[in-house]
């Protein structure tokens, strides 16, 4: 366990590499840098500065010297700063991350109890109405896009009931219920998707499960229907379950960057895309290797999860 | 059990439709209901004339000239329906007119977190707000949205010499810097004027507009309240050049350090920056020690005790927003069509009506020629022949329903016009002539037809955009039937900017937004665009006469030498066509019925002055703002 641990780390460590090599190189692929986007409303006087501002921002470097001095930064905890605005990255993103870790949290539990809760019913009452529904509900989130359902949220709720999100972000140690209000709504339509995929692997592993020989020795010693469901069904299929969860993170991150711009919540989402369209190659380099980094950790922790979960697996 | 499950399901799916098609039926029913119904309030017409006043306040123009003309009555059906409507010149203000202190004005607007304001470059919004709309300039831009013309703000007069060479400038007395860090309240001085010029003229390093304001050979202090400013070459357009949005006043103290200035600037306006949150909100305050005066109430300003700007990414999200009262102001929204559901919706909404190139912004999409490539548009029949294959009545019904003009680079004031140049009555070399066309491509030995590769922008999600892909897609057909085979080589990003010319991208011919360049001066603007040596000349045109009357008319004095300049300029231009005007949109911006004061106070640059300072701007409470917006109002200014 201990060397397939480390092994994993040790890949874990060399993908992220390869992210940062790919992000640095791709941004700087897309026509037109940061200098050209500062230039959008001022191009005239800004034709003429705007190379000695690249000089400036060390852009006319060589760019493996650019990468070495980008890199020598992250090894020392500094991201660098973003080439827009001239602040820390890290410390941007520190400002964002609460944003989404809450919008992201209240989706992922969301999705959590909706799927696993009308999972198991659907498979446990399987063929009946209560299934029908369930089924309906996660073909329904399946097929409708976040950024769709989000659009039909806002426009319905402020033609039918006169409501709109409140404007301008609050923190929930600052006004709780505005809090609420403003990430409820995107976090119930992030769950909405997200629930429906778990909803739909836990009924198929549930009915699966539930059709074993063990299963029926439960029913026959006369086992009460929690026990046979919660206690012996559900603790075998829940498996692939909590893989699809983990590797549902990435849905999260993708997800938030449109919801926090249609709900305009400051979170990473809202400064990613922000930062693709400004060009600010150093911000967007630190929020995708910092993505990477969540995403690869995620992955190697629900890997890990198996063997506590099912003491069947080893690792070699 | 099976039969009775399929019944349940069959039950099931039936009751599920039933319910999804209701709710469909439902919501279709609402949105065609109110489309049916046009509900545009109309707004009478004002008819104050302009007249410029000391403080900088002028009444809105009389409009019933403008409607009557003859030019008017060629522009779009639509245009002539709704423009009486909207258009700033209709705005009659409240009688009596009692303004209200107090209350916080709410509008959509997101920042960059950048609030460097002259530096090079820095084009980003968070600066232009700030200088914009709050902070003061030593000229401004009047209310009159129509003629654009310059007005004394912080000076209490100026004259310009015969020879337009010597500007002398009087400042106002008694005007103090606001009560707060880093300049205390102190009064400001006529060495704070000059230093804030000489900073503007001369810091190459900190003034972008050094560089474009080359002209300028000193500034003078006289006594204690004038100053003069000196060039070298007759520099008419100093004054508008002083009006730009980003020459608001800034304090020494702060400018020089360089966390304050990009940290939290401080300058002298109706507001002070109080709170910025990246990615939140900017909040201002009211300056406690402004001295202005409307000039026609003789009220103290400003009125509103702050204006917050909140970062609201969605227009559907601004909208509901707006719907719910949460904002005063929103984007602008198109189509018409679209607008007038929400009329419904929100009784007494006003809207402002926007024309395109009278902003000094966006002046419609247009099609350059690279003239230092080799190629079928190097010979002028070509280029003649490319424009007289275009449609432009087709391509503003379709793309812009209706509701546009010709977008030109030059304002159509400049040439004398009251209104800007119909798609529908084009000027003769805008005129749709296939034949002719056809035949000038013959002359020009290209009777076959050839094929040419147009760059431009990848159109996103914005109205503009839309227009965009329904201008590339139209065009390509109207092109087509004259022979002429159209490749767009599409660029990532969007098209409201001049990324595409800023790309060093090897075009042979480009299709973007035109932008007057150089601030809102059109000499200028047009040098830059069109001269030889014009900075933003990325067409490479080299035409010694057009250089001539170029270089005349950025040195002239007398106004109507300048319009006739202006005039052989527009007809040069025409005539060579280096650049294939196409068509742009009127644009249409909803406030809310309690949002007075529009003229003044729109939170958009009404045009690319940024004229609206909101220091005129108030809030009706007895006009249906929300029961959670009410506020007590000051009783005491």
């Given at each position: 366990m201990r060397n397939y641990i480390v092994r994993r780390f040790i890949l874990a460590l060399f993908t992220i590499w390869l992210v940062s090599v790919f992000t640095f190189g791709a941004v700087r692929l897309v026509p037109g840098d940061v200098v050209d986007q500062m230039g959008i409303q001022s191009a005239v006087e800004f034709k003429i500065a705007k190379d000695e501002i690249r000089r400036r921002m060390g852009l006319t470097q060589?760019?493996?010297?650019?990468?070495?001095?980008?890199?020598?930064?992250?090894?020392?905890?500094?991201?660098?700063?973003?080439?827009?605005?001239?602040?820390?990255?890290?410390?941007?993103?520190?400002?964002?991350?609460?944003?989404?870790?809450?919008?992201?949290?209240?989706?992922?539990?969301?999705?959590?109890?909706?799927?696993?809760?009308?999972?198991?019913?659907?498979?446990?009452?399987?063929?009946?109405?209560?299934?029908?529904?369930?089924?309906?509900?996660?073909?329904?989130?399946?097929?409708?896009?976040?950024?769709?359902?989000?659009?039909?949220?806002?426009?319905?709720?402020?033609?039918?009931?006169?409501?709109?999100?409140?404007?301008?972000?609050?923190?929930f140690f600052e006004a709780p219920l505005t809090n609420l209000q403003q990430i409820g709504i995107p976090a119930g339509i992030l769950g909405l998707r997200l629930s429906a995929v778990t909803m739909r692997m836990t009924r198929s592993t549930m009915l699966e499960v539930l059709r074993q020989d063990y299963i029926r020795t439960a029913w026959a010693k006369g086992l009460a229907e929690r026990s046979v469901v919660v206690g012996h069904a559900l603790r075998n299929a829940i498996l692939p379950v909590v893989t699809i969860i983990g590797n549902q993170l990435p849905l999260v991150i993708g997800g938030t960057v449109i919801l926090e711009a249609l709900f305009g919540l400051p979170g990473m989402g809202q400064l990613t895309l922000q930062s693709v369209n400004q060009r600010d190659y150093t911000q967007l380099q630190g929020i995708v290797l910092l993505m990477a980094a969540v995403i690869v950790f995620f992955n190697l922790l629900v890997d890990i999860t198996y063997g506590i979960l099912d003491p069947r697996i080893r690792y070699t | 059990m099976k039969p009775s499950h399929s019944r349940l399901a069959r039950s099931f799916l039936l009751v599920v439709a039933v319910l999804v098609t209701g709710l469909v039926i439902l919501a279709c029913g609402k949105e065609q209901k109110a489309k049916a119904t046009p509900g545009a309030p109309t707004q009478a017409a004002a008819t104050t004339p302009s007249k410029a006043t000391p403080s900088g306040t002028s009444q809105p123009a009389a409009a019933s000239a403008r409607l009557a003309s003859a030019e008017f009555k060629e522009l779009p059906t639509k245009v002539q329906e709704i423009y009486p409507k909207f258009h700033p010149d209709t705005f009659k203000r409240p009688d009596p007119y009692e303004p209200v202190y107090g209350g916080v004005w709410i509008s959509p607007g997101g920042c960059n977190a950048n609030w460097e304001m002259i530096g090079a470059g820095l084009g980003n919004d968070c600066g232009q707000l700030v200088t914009a709309r709050f902070f003061n300039r030593l000229i401004n831009w009047g209310d009159d949205l129509i003629v654009e013309k310059v007005e004394p703000e912080v000076v209490e007069t100026w004259q310009m010499s015969p020879d337009g060479m010597k500007f002398t400038f009087k400042l106002r007395d008694g005007i103090t810097w606001p009560d707060a860090q880093p300049a205390n309240g102190r009064k400001f001085t006529v060495q704070d004027a000059k230093w804030w010029l000489d900073t503007l003229f001369f810091d190459?390093?900190?003034s972008a507009f050094a560089a474009e304001a080359t002209e300028v050979q000193s500034v003078d202090i006289v006594d204690d309240r004038t100053l003069t400013i000196t060039t070298n070459k007759p520099f008419v357009s100093l004054p508008n050049f002083l009006a730009q949005k980003r020459m608001g006043i800034q304090a020494r103290e702060c400018f020089e350090d360089d966390k304050c200035r990009k940290g939290k600037p401080y300058g002298f306006g109706a507001f002070q920056l109080k709170d910025y949150q990246e990615g939140?909100?900017?909040?201002?305050?009211?300056?406690?020690?402004?001295?202005?005066?409307?000039?026609?109430?003789?009220?103290?300003?400003?009125?509103?005790?702050?204006?917050?700007?909140?970062?609201?990414?969605?227009?559907?999200?601004?909208?509901?927003?707006?719907?719910?009262?949460?904002?005063?102001?929103?984007?602008?929204?198109?189509?018409?069509?679209?607008?007038?559901?929400?009329?419904?919706?929100?009784?007494?909404?006003?809207?402002?009506?926007?024309?395109?190139?009278?902003?000094?912004?966006?002046?419609?999409?247009?099609?350059?020629?690279?003239?230092?490539?080799?190629?079928?548009?190097?010979?002028?029949?070509?280029?003649?022949?490319?424009?007289?294959?275009?449609?432009?009545?087709?391509?503003?019904?379709?793309?812009?329903?209706?509701?546009?003009?010709?977008?030109?680079?030059?304002?159509?004031?400049e040439v004398g016009r009251p209104v800007y140049f119909s798609p529908y009555q084009p000027p003769t070399q805008l005129r749709y002539d296939p034949e002719q066309a056809k035949k000038l491509l013959k002359d020009a030995g290209f009777e076959s037809g050839f094929t040419i590769k147009v760059t431009t922008g990848q159109p996103a999600g914005s109205q503009s955009d839309l227009e965009m892909a329904n201008i590339q897609n139209l065009v390509k057909q109207m092109w087509e039937a004259i022979g002429v085979k159209t490749e767009y080589d599409i660029l990532p990003g969007g098209t409201n900017s001049n990324t595409v010319a800023a790309i060093k991208k090897e075009w042979p011919a480009l299709l973007n937004t035109r932008y007057l360049q150089g601030g809102a001066r059109s000499d200028i603007s047009m040098w830059n665009f069109l001269h030889s040596k014009g900075v933003a000349n990325y067409s490479s045109i080299n035409d010694p006469e057009l250089d001539k009357l170029l270089d005349d008319w950025k040195s002239a004095v007398d106004q109507r030498k300048r319009m006739d300049l202006a005039k052989q300029v527009l007809a040069r231009t025409l005539d060579q066509m280096w650049a294939i005007y196409t068509v742009d949109g009127f644009r249409l911006d909803p406030y809310e019925p309690w949002a007075i004061n529009l003229a003044g106070g729109s939170d958009r640059a009404s045009n690319s002055s940024g004229m609206s300072n909101f220091q005129k701007a108030w809030l009706d409470p007895k006009k249906g703002l929300p029961a959670a917006r009410q506020f007590t109002p000051r009783s005491k200014p």
């Open positions: 060589p760019i493996y010297r650019q990468y070495a001095n980008w890199m020598g930064g992250v090894f020392h905890g500094d991201f660098g700063k973003s080439v827009w605005t001239q602040t820390s990255v890290l410390q941007r993103i520190k400002q964002r991350i609460p944003v989404s870790l809450e919008l992201g949290i209240l989706a992922m539990l969301f999705a959590v109890i909706m799927g696993l809760a009308v999972g198991i019913l659907s498979a446990v009452r399987q063929d009946t109405i209560l299934d029908y529904l369930g089924r309906s509900v996660a073909i329904g989130g399946l097929s409708m896009p976040d950024f769709w359902i989000g659009i039909m949220v806002v426009l319905y709720s402020s033609l039918w009931f006169s409501y709109a999100v409140p404007l301008g972000y609050k923190s | 190459k390093k900190n939140v909100k900017a909040v201002f305050e009211r300056n406690q020690k402004y001295v202005f005066k409307e000039a026609q109430s003789g009220k103290p300003l400003p009125y509103l005790d702050g204006f917050q700007r909140i970062n609201i990414g969605d227009v559907e999200a601004q909208v509901a927003a707006f719907r719910t009262g949460q904002m005063d102001s929103t984007q602008q929204l198109v189509p018409w069509e679209r607008l007038q559901v929400i009329m419904k919706d929100v009784p007494g909404m006003r809207v402002f009506m926007d024309g395109p190139c009278m902003a000094l912004f966006n002046c419609g999409f247009t099609f350059s020629f690279n003239l230092a490539k080799d190629g079928p548009w190097k010979d002028v029949r070509v280029r003649q022949a490319l424009s007289l294959a275009i449609d432009r009545k087709k391509l503003c019904d379709v793309a812009m329903g209706g509701i546009c003009a010709i977008g030109m680079h030059i304002p159509y004031y």
